[in-house]
């Protein structure tokens, strides 16, 4: 059976709405460490909510610092394949 489209739209409720997010924001950190623990490769996160006064930083922030120094460490070219955009300001 194919599956229908979900009209995605704003929780009205914001109990379930932190909820939801909660739930999700776990999945989704939980797919990042498998993907970067099975593909080999360095993955980061940064998530912000309306719920939390700071935001939510995977792996960690040092991790994230060390990430985002490598990349810039890159020549043009390479930063222009992975941001997807030419016009950045490193």
């Known amino acids: 059976m194919a599956r229908h489209k979900i009209k995605h739209e704003l929780i009205?409720?914001?109990?379930?709405?932190?909820?939801?997010?909660?739930?999700?924001?776990?999945?989704?950190?939980?797919?990042?460490?498998?993907?970067?623990?099975?593909?080999?490769?360095?993955?980061?996160?940064?998530?912000?909510?309306?719920?939390?006064?700071?935001?939510?930083?995977?792996?960690?922030p040092l991790e994230l610092t060390r990430m985002l120094d490598r990349f810039k460490e890159l020549p043009g070219e390479s930063k222009d394949k992975y941001s997807g955009s030419k016009d950045h300001s490193w």
Do not use: H, Q
């Open 12 to 60: 009205s409720n914001e109990s379930k709405r932190k909820v939801t997010f909660k739930k999700r924001k776990g999945d989704l950190l939980k797919k990042i460490d498998k993907l970067t623990t099975l593909c080999g490769i360095m993955g980061c996160a940064i998530i912000y909510s309306t719920f939390d006064n700071r935001p939510e930083i995977w792996p960690s």
